[in-house]
């Protein structure tokens, strides 16, 4: 298929893709041109509302559904509407998302709609107990749902490694040397999708050993970007490697892991950041990614891109085509 941008009207990064009522329906974040100075913080990703696009088979054409949600709605958000997703249960569509709440914190939100282009509502208040970025959600063949996220640097993961926020930590910081990696963090969601269930818990994440990956890992180790499907039976949870740039995959017999890591899907794209969904449609699986070919190499104007994926008799991924 074309490696050629989705959407050409506007920039979009992030994108997560999911087939909803026999489309594939697409939630990406949306870049914007900014005066913001580059810098490891992340400030340049200056995004201040969503539209959701859609297609009715993965060639296009992409229908853009408009505006979904915007800043001025959501009255704990001071800035930066950054990577979302979307999921649907009980008949309802959900988008989660995450942005600085008055104090410069990010938490995560979540808003509802009848039908799956939107427009969301939002709850009045991020989620209780959510901190972080790059929200996913997983709604289990059991009708469990789960919400999956973090991110370092920008992202503020590594000002929570006591379990409250600590502002020194802010910035392009994380562990290093001989010590186990930030990991990624899940938690369940009560049945009606707008609050955690339980403790938010850490989402192990450990090589073909059984030991944990390490910090100077960078090959390998979580940074951002989480992502949760199921095949044959089996959970994938892939991520960002974030400055190595890689989109790698663990694998694990429980939503809520452990999941031992099992090699790259995606190498490195134009422009600094990765990230990415995987997507069941038409009985084929779709990786969906971004790039920042369209702006000439703009790292905070990106564009989505889709490319298919295949698995071996193992389970093992591969982009199609690649030898």
């Known amino acids: 298929m074309s490696d050629k941008p989705l959407i050409t009207s506007m920039y979009t990064a992030d994108p997560s ?5 026999g489309k594939i329906y697409v939630y990406p974040s949306h870049d914007r041109e900014t005066d913001i100075q580059f810098n490891d913080n992340g ?10 696009f859609s297609m009715d088979s993965i060639t296009g054409p992409v229908t853009d559904h408009g505006v979904a949600l915007k800043m001025e ?12 997703d979307a999921a649907t249960k009980n008949g309802k569509y959900y988008l989660y998302f995450p942005a600085r709440d008055k104090e410069g ?9 009848d039908v799956p282009h939107g427009p969301f509502k939002p ?7 959510s901190f972080t970025i ?3 959600s997983f709604v289990d063949d059991d009708g469990e749902a789960y919400l999956y996220f973090g991110g370092l640097w920008g992202g503020q993961l590594q000002c929570w490694e006591t379990g409250t926020f600590d502002a ?10 001989d010590v186990p990696a930030l990991l990624p963090r899940v938690g369940r969601l009560t049945d009606d999708m707008l609050n955690f269930a339980d403790d938010v818990k850490e989402l192990s994440i450990v090589d073909a050993e059984g030991k944990p990956i390490m910090a100077d890992d960078h090959d390998r180790r979580f940074f951002e970007a989480a992502w949760m499907h199921k095949y044959n039976g089996k959970y994938y949870f892939s991520y960002s490697t974030g400055d190595t ?5 663990a694998t694990g017999d429980s939503p809520l892991g452990p999941f031992t890591y099992q090699g790259r899907i995606l190498e490195p794209v134009v422009g600094w950041t990765t990230h990415h969904s995987i997507v069941e449609f038409q009985d084929k699986w779709y990786l969906f990614y971004h790039d920042s070919s369209l702006s000439g190499g703009v790292s905070h104007l990106r564009s989505v891109k889709a490319r298919e994926i295949v698995y071996d008799a193992e389970g093992k991924i591969s982009l199609a085509g690649s030898s």
């Open 17 to 21: 893709a999911h087939a909803f009522e």
């Open 43 to 52: 400030d340049q990703y200056d995004m201040a509302d969503y539209h959701v």
């Open 73 to 84: 709605d959501i009255p704990w958000v001071s800035k930066q509407l950054w990577a979302p």
């Open 105 to 113: 914190i990010f938490r995560i939100g979540v808003a509802v709609s």
């Open 123 to 129: 709850e009045p208040t991020p989620i209780a107990g």
């Open 134 to 136: 790059d929200p996913a």
């Open 168 to 177: 020194s930590k802010s910035g392009p910081q994380e562990p290093s040397g």
């Open 245 to 249: 740039h890689y989109i790698v995959y």
